[in-house]
């Protein structure tokens, strides 16, 4: 998994539904001011993209606290991404978050399990997604936990077994 945003433009899904996260900027900020939209929109939200936003909550600092300039990407960020993502391909194209949402997750007014049980029929799924967009970083999986928990919940063994294994 690279570290960064998931967009349109830097999430690749392949033809045997691979998942891949890329980013092809990695200058942009590790955090943004939520205050500050004109350096949201420079770096993450692209005129015909902000209809979305998949920054992890970690991510976004609120006035007065100052943004760290040694603050470093880490590999649960992607993983709140690529819950998103999922959650989208999941809900027919239907955006989990855009930015007011997200803020408003950030802040415990926005229930997005409600929202994905319009969309979504299996709680299995949207358990694990539920854990993977956790606002807490330290409680969401890994990727490889994740993989293991879709392995042995959703996904036949011959998934894991055959499919997976023939593929990649």
Same mark, same amino acid.
């Given at each position: 998994?690279?570290?960064?945003?998931?967009?349109?433009?830097?999430? $690749?899904?392949?033809?045997?539904?691979?998942?891949? $996260? /890329?980013?092809?900027?990695?200058?942009?900020?590790?955090? !943004?001011?939520?205050?500050? $939209?004109?350096?949201?929109?420079?770096? &993450?939200?692209?005129?015909?993209?902000?209809?979305?936003?998949?920054?992890?909550?970690?991510?976004?600092?609120?006035?007065?606290?100052?943004?760290?300039?040694? !603050?470093?990407?880490?590999? !649960?960020?992607? /993983?709140?991404?690529?819950?998103?993502?999922? !959650?989208? +391909?999941?809900?027919?194209?239907?955006?989990? &978050?855009?930015?007011?949402?997200?803020?408003?997750?950030?802040?415990?007014?926005?229930?997005?399990?409600?929202?994905?049980?319009?969309?979504?029929?299996?709680?299995?799924? +949207?358990?694990?997604?539920?854990?993977?967009?956790?606002?807490?970083?330290?409680?969401?999986?890994?990727?490889?936990?994740?993989?293991?928990?879709?392995?042995?919940? /959703?996904?036949?063994?011959?998934?894991?077994?055959? &499919?997976?294994? $023939?593929?990649?």
């Amino acid at each position: 998994m690279a570290h960064g945003d998931l967009k349109p433009d830097n999430i $690749l899904v392949t033809s045997y539904d691979w998942l891949f $996260l /890329v980013d092809i900027n990695p200058m942009k900020p590790v955090q !943004a001011l939520d205050t500050d $939209l004109k350096t949201y929109n420079m770096y &993450f939200g692209d005129l015909d993209n902000n209809n979305r936003c998949y920054l992890a909550p970690e991510r976004w600092i609120t006035p007065p606290k100052k943004l760290d300039e040694n !603050a470093v990407l880490s590999p !649960a960020m992607d /993983v709140f991404s690529a819950g998103c993502i999922i !959650a989208e +391909i999941l809900s027919d194209g239907v955006p989990l &978050f855009d930015l007011p949402k997200l803020q408003q997750y950030r802040h415990s007014t926005f229930d997005p399990e409600k929202a994905m049980k319009e969309r979504i029929r299996d709680p299995k799924l +949207i358990t694990l997604i539920m854990e993977m967009i956790d606002l807490n970083p330290e409680k969401r999986p890994t990727s490889t936990e994740c993989l293991d928990h879709w392995n042995a919940t /959703v996904f036949p063994d011959s998934f894991h077994t055959i &499919f997976f294994q $023939l593929f990649s």
